[in-house]
């Protein structure tokens, strides 16, 4: 089970991104959950039903099924501190 399975849509926040990838023409497009939340049919939808339905925007290629990434943006600041 990969995390594409096991990851619902509606589980992800509002800040976080998902890279979407088109499989035939590799057009790369950023997309957020609440995008996506609007075109689906319903909020119980896995990540992999998301993958496998989305088309791709570019004007002449509309390739249905995608390649996806997620992109969270949370501060990754390094460990300040030590030892006493």
Known sequence: MTWLEDMHLRDLDDGA???ATCIRCLYMWLQSPVQLLIKVEHRNV???EVAKNLACPR???RHVGVRLALIK???TSGFVGGMP
Do not use: F, K, M, V
């Open 17 to 19: 991104l998902l890279e």
């Open 46 to 48: 896995r990540l992999d």
């Open 59 to 61: 004007p002449h290629c």
């Open 73 to 75: 943006g949370e501060d």
